[in-house]
């Protein structure tokens, strides 16, 4: 049977044990030098390590009281509404408008201000193709991208 490996934790904390008792009197030795030769205590690497972080530590702290001092007075509310594009689909109407609503509505058809009817739907607008810059009614594609499916076809047919 092979004979268990000790482990390391436990290593680490005998060493602690061992060397717990020491710091006393090497605080106290490292007080004595310092008090004859004050130049000892720049010199020693936690002194001047744990000066140096507390600075820093004071720089950042300044450096954000100062960009907070001038920084906006109040960030804006998260917005709670959209504007969606309406187009009309009554082809003797086919006015476009602008609906605020919460967001994720998806309670269309909406009534069309001009006709009175309930027949406006999302729209986009065309970006290439014959009716380039006009506002079409939206379909879904197998991606849930809004897409004009009327924006390939000329106008007026």
């Known amino acids: ?14 060493a602690f044990k061992a060397w717990l008792p020491t ?5 106290v030795e490292w007080a004595e030098a310092c008090r004859e030769e004050p130049a000892l205590i720049w010199q020693t690497n936690a002194v001047r390590y744990t000066t140096y972080a507390c600075g820093g530590l004071l720089a950042i702290w300044l450096l954000v009281g100062i960009v907070d001092r001038f ?8 917005a709670r509404t959209a504007d969606f594009h309406v187009v009309c689909t009554n ?12 967001f994720g509505f998806h309670k269309f058809p909406v009534t069309c201000p001009e006709c009175k009817k309930e027949t406006g ?37």
């Not at 710091?23 to 605080?27: E, G, W």
């Open 1 to 14: 049977m092979p004979v268990e490996k000790e482990p390391k934790l436990g290593i680490y904390i005998d």
């Open 71 to 78: 920084g906006p007075e109040k960030v804006a509310a998260p």
């Open 91 to 102: 082809p003797d109407c086919g006015h476009h408008f602008v609906i605020n609503r919460k």
């Open 121 to 157: 739907e999302r729209a986009v607008r065309c970006v290439n193709g014959p009716r380039n810059g006009q506002w079409v009614p939206a379909t879904v594609d197998e991606h849930g991208q809004l897409v004009g499916a009327l924006c390939s076809e000329p106008p007026g047919s």
């Open 23 to 27: 710091v006393r009197l090497r605080v």
